[in-house]
């Protein structure tokens, strides 16, 4: 039996999110599909984070045991020719038997886009949140700050998150202004159901002018969902990937992308 780590690339417009779910699609469904016809046995995968339904992922990962004596070409050219066109396999690699794709990480990253321009876009249409007044990206980067550290995010997480604890560590965060694009990144140790995308809700009240800076630091430390911002759109959301111990020899989360 060998253990095999996979890189993978979807837009989740069309899914209810990564999780297999009996009576909706899912993109987990249609990879274990694909891994299975190719390896001529069931195959089940554990994914590194488990998207909501209409949310992207540039670099999500998946490991899976198979004792199919096929190279890791045979994997992607095999899979990727089962695969609808939104879901892509990448890459894959062998790995040990220790590896996990969820427990072994250290660290995910995600990317929240946001088009902002008074005319939507026909190419960003489900690929980026539309916000027709005029964002402060400097404001919002400024505002963002706060939320680097350890804290309880319970103003930043659902309702039905089923974490045992509201504790998090950001690394980094950062918005920035790419043309008529507003990007903002972050990197934790783990993140809370929701809590990019209601992260993000509040840093566009921030940049609208409809907040002060400081509202963020207020936020956080009340502690309160009920006061904060609308979650954003599932469609600017973007998965960019763990990441692992160097001694995996994975490749590393997609740096920069954009629909």
């Not at 993109?27 to 209409?54: K, M, N, Y």
Request: aromatic fraction near 8%.
């Amino acid at each position: 039996m060998t253990r095999w780590a996979a890189g993978l690339e979807y837009l989740g417009t069309a899914y209810s999110g990564w999780q297999a779910q009996t009576d909706r699609p899912s993109v987990q469904a249609q990879v274990e599909a694909a891994l299975s016809a190719v390896a001529d046995h069931p195959v089940r995968t554990q994914a590194a984070g488990r998207t909501d339904a209409g949310v992207h992922a540039a670099g999500q990962v998946v490991h899976f045991d198979s004792a199919a004596p096929r190279s890791a070409y045979a994997w992607v050219l095999g899979a990727n020719s089962r695969l609808p066109r939104d879901i892509g396999l990448r890459w894959i690699r062998e790995v040990p038997a220790r590896f996990d794709a969820r427990r072994s990480a250290v660290a995910r990253r995600y990317r929240y886009l946001i088009h902002n321009h008074r005319s939507r876009s026909a190419l960003a249409m489900n690929r980026a949140a539309w916000i027709t007044h005029e964002l402060d990206a400097g404001a919002m980067h400024r505002a963002a700050q706060v939320l680097i550290g350890e804290h309880d995010f319970s103003a930043f997480r659902a309702a039905e998150c089923q974490s045992s604890t509201p504790m998090r560590e950001v690394q980094e965060v950062s918005v920035k202004r790419h043309g008529e694009y507003v990007v903002l990144d972050i990197r934790a140790n783990a993140f809370l159901h929701h809590m990019v995308r209601n992260i993000a809700g509040a840093l566009i009240a921030v940049g609208q002018g409809r907040q002060r800076e400081a509202w963020i630091a207020e936020l956080l430390a009340a502690r309160d969902r009920t006061r904060a911002a609308a979650t954003a759109p599932a469609c600017g959301l973007y998965f960019l990937g763990p990441v692992y111990p160097a001694a995996f020899g994975l490749p590393p989360p997609v740096e920069s992308w954009l629909p």
